[in-house]
C-alpha cells in the first residue's frame, strides 16, 4: 500500500472535491441549460466520470493510513 503525507492527502483530498464540485457544475448545465442532446451526453458523462473520480479518490484518502 502507498503511503503518504497528510499533507498529500490534503491536496488529494481538494482535488477530490474539486472534481465533484465540477461534477455538480456539468450536471446542472446539462439539466438546464443545454438542448442538444449530443452535447447533454457528451457533458453528462464527463461529469459522472468526474463524480466517480471523486469517489474513488474519497474513499482512498479514507482508508489509506498516514505516513507518520
Known amino acids: ?3 503518504v503525507s497528510s499533507m498529500d492527502k490534503m491536496w ?3 482535488g ?3 472534481c465533484m464540485f ?3 457544475l456539468l450536471m446542472f ?3 438546464n441549460k443545454f438542448s442538444n442532446r449530443i452535447l447533454k451526453f457528451i457533458f453528462g458523462l464527463i461529469a459522472y466520470i468526474l463524480l466517480f473520480i471523486g ?3 474519497m474513499v482512498y484518502i ?3 493510513p498516514t505516513k507518520a
Open 62 to 64: 479514507i482508508f489509506n
Open 12 to 14: 488529494i483530498s481538494f
Open 55 to 57: 469517489f474513488i479518490t
Open 29 to 31: 448545465f446539462v439539466k
Open 16 to 18: 477530490s472535491m474539486g
Open 1 to 3: 500500500m502507498l503511503l
Open 22 to 24: 465540477m461534477a455538480m
